[in-house]
């Protein structure tokens, strides 16, 4: 069965640096996500990506985010300068056209900002 | 304000016993309403979703609009459905971005 994919699984990263998490949507995907979950809080939506743009942000998806797609496969977030409160579960979903389609999710990325 | 309110952040039972596990939403309109369960280590999962109206895996949830409610159940838990649960709700505007309840976590004891 195709699986939404991240890397890495676990990233470690200096506050201040520039961190890219990396996402393989399923192939014939078309609407791409990016949520996070902050340890013990709620999945908290990011950013919607289709037709190579943004559809939609969040107040959280500030000036510090960004998201790009590429080379037709990779859907990737960065940040360009991690604070601390960045520690978080990031999770990349992607899902077909349609109306009644579902949403899959990758595995997670745990970033860490210290 | 469309939110997504699970009450409950743990729920315990014995295996065999009913469950039942509560989410009630905000949202002006008709949204569509989505459990997702994760299990231990593993992704995020769609479970059901209110449009299906299926049984998956012995869960069933009906939604209230009345009460703006989803709540999942399931007659008699086994120790296998142990996991995070989150009910999530869909506006049928937009991009379709999922709004998630902060989870509820289900033990299911021997």
């Known amino acids: 069965e195709p699986e939404v994919t991240q890397t890495p699984s676990h990233q470690v990263t200096q506050m201040g640096q520039e961190v890219i998490l990396r996402c393989v949507p399923i192939?014939?995907?078309?609407?791409f996500y990016w949520y996070r979950q902050i340890l013990g809080q709620k999945v908290e939506f990011l950013v919607s990506?289709?037709?190579?743009?943004?559809?939609?942000k969040s107040e959280i998806f500030d000036d510090q985010f960004s998201v790009e797609r590429p080379d037709g496969s990779n859907f990737t977030l960065k940040i360009r300068s991690t604070k601390l409160e960045d520690s978080a579960m990031y999770f990349c979903a992607s899902r077909d056209t349609g109306e009644d389609t579902e949403a899959f999710f990758g595995q997670g990325t745990r970033l860490t900002v210290v | 304000a469309q939110r997504v309110t699970q009450p409950e952040k743990l729920l315990s039972v014995f295996k065999g016993a009913p469950v039942e596990l509560k989410c009630n939403y905000s949202y002006s309109g008709s949204p569509e309403l989505f459990w997702y369960v994760q299990y231990s280590r593993q992704r995020l999962q769609l479970l059901l979703r209110h449009i299906s109206r299926e049984s998956i895996k012995g869960f069933t949830a009906d939604l209230n609009k009345g009460e703006t409610s989803f709540h999942l159940k399931k007659p008699f838990a086994q120790e296998e459905d142990s996991a995070m649960y989150y009910c999530?709700?869909?506006?049928?505007?937009?991009?379709?971005?999922?709004?998630f309840g902060a989870g509820t976590r289900l033990a299911v004891h021997p």
């Open positions: 192939s014939n995907h078309l609407y």
């Open positions: 990506f289709y037709n190579n743009e943004i559809s939609e």
């Open positions: 999530a709700l869909r506006p049928l505007w937009g991009y379709n971005k999922l709004i």
